[in-house]
T-cell receptor
């Protein structure tokens, strides 16, 4: 079974802080994704990566950046957290056209 | 354009069948998926159907695909309280060898005892 591990289930940070969300997968999948989930809006793609050191903007990249230094790890960075970034963040991985596999999510609150 | 739509809520009684509907707009879908999200958790893959199929059955789950109307449905037979969750449909688009997922907004299923 694919294991996708997000470093924190719950996180509380303050406005203006730099926030790191980590995601690690154990299946050597080349594709990794970061989504945010908000009520009534479903999942929205923030950034994705098809390979090490490679990144592509998703639908809502503003205010975020990512890092993929190793194949198994994909980090989402909030450069200067704002209250409108309070959300559930989901990491997913995939190989080829196979289904995406998700982590358990990180519920982030920005105060 | 790319869009996947679902109704937001569905309420059924325990033991009844649930039918969750989804419509999509892009005809170049390769696979269509159903995911389940329990409270406080990530999305778990439930089932999927290849775009050249009409129906897939997996125990209590039946997926129906109407490509002409771009309509996908998930039927859960003998719905149980443990089926209460948010259900997302998603389509996988093949865009020149790159695969892109489009998710619906999710349908919150509430099962009444």
């Amino acid at each position: 079974d694919v294991k996708v591990t997000q470093s924190s289930r719950y996180l509380v940070k303050r406005t203006g802080e730099k926030v790191f969300l980590e995601c690690v997968q154990d299946m050597d999948h080349e594709n990794m994704f970061w989504y945010r989930q908000d009520p009534g809006l479903g999942l929205r793609l923030i950034y994705f990566s098809y390979d090490v050191k490679m990144k592509e903007k998703g639908d809502i990249p503003e205010g975020y950046s990512v890092s993929r230094e190793k194949k198994e790890r994909f980090s989402l960075i909030l450069e200067s957290a704002s209250t409108n970034q309070t959300s559930m963040y989901l990491c997913a991985t995939r190989t080829g056209s196979q289904p995406q596999h998700f982590g358990d999510g990180t519920r982030l609150s920005i105060l | 354009g790319e869009d996947v739509e679902q109704s937001l809520f569905l309420s059924v009684r325990e033991g009844d069948s649930s039918v969750i509907n989804c419509t999509y707009t892009d005809s170049s879908s390769t696979y269509l998926y159903w995911y389940k999200q329990e409270p406080g958790a990530g999305l778990q893959l439930l089932t999927y159907i290849f775009s050249n199929m009409d129906m897939k059955q997996d125990q209590r789950l039946t997926v129906l695909l109407n490509k002409k109307d771009k309509h996908l449905s998930l039927r859960i037979a003998d719905t149980q309280t443990g089926d209460s969750a948010i259900y997302f449909c998603a389509e996988c688009l093949d865009t020149s060898g790159t695969y892109k997922y489009i998710f619906g907004t999710g349908t919150r299923l509430k099962v009444l005892a």
